[in-house]
Structure formats: C-alpha cells, structure tokens
C-alpha cells in the first residue's frame, strides 16, 4: 500500500508554545489530505480536510486558528497546533488520498503530542 | 446518535475461537464501509472494505445490511496476533470517514 509518513512521531512542549506537525505522501500525490485527533479510548475525530492549494474545511468545533493547516504540495502537509495547551495533548494522525469518492485513505503513523 | 456505534469490549477470548463483531450506523445515505484495526498507540490499518453481497479475506468475513444499517465483522481462528481495536468506519459524506470507538479484542493462550 501507500506510504505516508508523519515527522516527528512524539513531542513534549511547554503551555505556549507552538508545534508544526508534518505528514508526507512518500510514493503517491495526495489532492487531499485529512487531519485526526484521537484522546485516550476515543475514536479518532476528523479536524480538517486539505486539498492541496486551497484552504483547509475544518470540522465544527475546531478553531481554525489555533490549528493551522497548509497543504502547498501535493506530498505535502503541515498541522500547527499555535499556543498549546495541556488539553491539546493528543494523538494527531494524517491521512491520504490520491482523490475519488471512495479512494482508500492511508495513514500516517502518528504524532503524540505532550504539553506540559 | 452517534452516527457509527460499536460495543467497546472487551471481548476476550481463546486462541482458536470465533468472534463476531456488530457496528451500527445512522446515516442510511453512507455509501463506503471499511473495517480497520488499530494496535495501541499506532495508527489505523485498513483491515477489509465491506461489500453489500459480503466478503472475505482468509480468516475474516464481513458483512453488510443496508437495511437495518448494520456492519459485521466474524474472526474465525483467532490467532495472539489479532488483539487490537477493531474499528468500524462509514464514508457518509463525500471523502470523509467516520470512525467507530472500536471494539477491543484481546485473544488469550
């Protein structure tokens, strides 16, 4: 299957301060590419969808200034969590799609966010 | 309503047995079901997409009932290495999947 990647796979950060996520398309373009948030024995909740050279669509409840997304390649997306705080500890994941109504998402392995 | 519901588990069983998981959910619109599997701490793995007539990949059959908007997951043969979280995902709008809380399965010795 398709390989997406997702750099750096863990941070810890101090209250205030912001952390770009990035995830990658690694043999595949990718028109579209989804943001996750999974809290502990919580499913993983959809934050934002980001096709590539437009804005972000971002799911209600989710401030679209606190997380940052820009999608300027096709193998390419960033997640900055500005001004973190604790309750923004999570596991962030992407996911990838080359297009369609029904094409396969593949995701990336993760990111685990810590703010202490 | 949740729009996708699953019975958390856990489900614990034996090596060598059969485990059947129910999903259910709201929007009769849906049109893509999927079934993943998840390992602590790890990402989502596309387990099998669900097909109206079923389908079946080796130990794992699932099946799909428009009308009563119910997925099905059967795990014949359990083996150690099928402990996970098994979610269940719906594509009820356009390219955007939503995710089960998932159904633990621990199979024990």
């Known amino acids: 299957g398709a390989v997406v990647s997702q750099h750096p796979s863990w941070v810890i950060c101090k209250s205030g301060t912001s952390v770009k996520i990035e995830c990658r398309s690694l043999?595949?373009?990718?028109?579209?590419m989804f943001w996750y948030r999974q809290f502990p024995k919580q499913s993983l909740m959809l934050m934002a969808t980001?096709?590539?050279?437009?804005?972000?669509?971002?799911e209600q409840g989710v401030e679209k200034d606190k997380f940052l997304i820009n999608h300027a390649s096709l193998t390419l997306s960033t997640l900055t969590v500005t001004s973190a705080h604790p309750e923004d500890s999570s596991f962030y994941i992407c996911?990838?799609?080359?297009?369609?109504?029904?094409?396969?998402?593949?995701f990336g392995p993760g990111t685990r966010l810590t703010v202490l | 309503r949740k729009e996708v519901e699953q019975d958390p588990g856990p489900f614990n069983v034996p090596e060598g047995a059969t485990v059947a998981f129910n999903c259910t959910y709201s929007?009769?619109?849906?049109?893509?079901f999927f079934w993943y599997r998840q390992d602590c701490r790890k990402e989502p793995k596309l387990l099998m997409s669900?097909?109206?007539s079923g389908n079946e990949d080796g130990r794992f059959t699932a099946q799909l009932n428009r009308a009563s908007q119910y997925i099905s997951l059967l795990i014949r043969d359990s083996k150690l290495s099928d402990s996970a979280t098994y979610l269940c995902?719906?594509?009820?709008?356009?390219?955007?999947?939503?995710f089960g809380t998932g159904t633990r399965l621990a199979v024990r010795p």
């Open positions: 996911s990838a799609s080359s297009g369609g109504y029904t094409d396969t998402q593949y």
């Open positions: 043999d595949f373009q990718a028109t579209t």
């Open positions: 980001s096709n590539e050279g437009s804005k972000a669509t971002y």
């Open positions: 929007n009769s619109a849906s049109q893509s």
């Open positions: 669900v097909y109206s």
């Open positions: 995902v719906v594509n009820s709008s356009g390219d955007k999947l939503t």
